[in-house]
């Protein structure tokens, strides 16, 4: 396993790691995320999913509902942004989606926005997918929001994966075998 002391190590490393394909990310902010991807690999296509509206409930102390709310427009050249909640936008996008995907950055923070957007993407988590979490664990509490989201569908899709990489910071990176 790669192990990065930061996450922007990370999230400018990993796409090397990844086989070629489209990049999608879910938690979109302001767009840091989607920036440092796009530095690393301007030829991928990248696709953006956020609300834009803030965390739908409270994730744990210091992060409310509605923190993370953005209302400047986010626009990246080569990154599509899908604007809504999860839980209307995901799984009508991912349906019959035809595309090869090398990556998914998932930075939903909460349990529910996570295992909504996984069971989503379902039909796309094939192997060679590598799958970034960017709050996975360090943090108090973490075993009950993307951490465990991820063992449940691990679980649930009968997937076999590899941690490939974390960070020393909250970010860890799955790869599906």
């Given at each position: 396993?790669?192990r990065?002391?930061?996450?922007?190590?990370?999230?400018?490393g990993?796409?090397?790691?990844?086989?070629?394909?489209w990049?999608f990310?879910?938690?979109?902010?302001?767009?840091?995320?989607?920036?440092?991807?796009?530095?690393?690999?301007?030829?991928?296509?990248?696709?953006?999913?956020?609300?834009?509206?803030?965390?739908?409930?409270?994730?744990?102390?210091g992060?409310?509902?509605?923190?993370?709310?953005?209302?400047?427009?986010?626009?990246?050249?080569?990154?599509?942004?899908?604007?809504?909640?999860?839980?209307?936008?995901?799984?009508?996008?991912?349906?019959?989606l035809?595309?090869?995907?090398?990556?998914?950055?998932?930075?939903?923070?909460?349990y529910?926005?996570?295992?909504?957007?996984?069971e989503g993407?379902?039909?796309?988590?094939?192997?060679?997918?590598?799958?970034?979490?960017?709050?996975?664990?360090?943090?108090p509490?973490?075993?009950?929001?993307?951490?465990?989201?991820?063992q449940?569908?691990?679980?649930?899709l009968?997937l076999?994966?590899?941690?490939?990489?974390?960070?020393?910071h909250?970010?860890?990176?799955w790869?599906?075998?």
């Open positions: 396993m790669i990065y002391d930061h996450q922007i190590e990370i999230q400018l990993i796409l090397q790691h990844c086989e070629p394909g990049v990310e879910f938690g979109v902010y302001k767009g840091q995320s989607l920036r440092l991807f796009r530095h690393a690999d301007p030829t991928r296509h990248m696709v953006g999913f956020d609300s834009f509206e803030g965390l739908p409930q409270a994730w744990r102390p992060y409310p509902q509605g923190h993370f709310r953005s209302t400047e427009p986010i626009a990246i050249e080569g990154v599509d942004i899908v604007k809504g909640l999860f839980e209307h936008t995901v799984a009508p996008y991912f349906q019959d035809s595309v090869p995907v090398g990556l998914v950055h998932i930075d939903c923070d909460l529910s926005s996570t295992a909504t957007v996984l993407i379902a039909p796309v988590l094939l192997p060679g997918v590598v799958i970034l979490f960017d709050e996975y664990r360090n943090y509490g973490y075993e009950q929001h993307e951490y465990r989201a991820w449940e569908c691990r679980e649930q009968n076999n994966t590899h941690e490939i990489a974390c960070s020393g909250q970010q860890s990176a790869q599906i075998v």
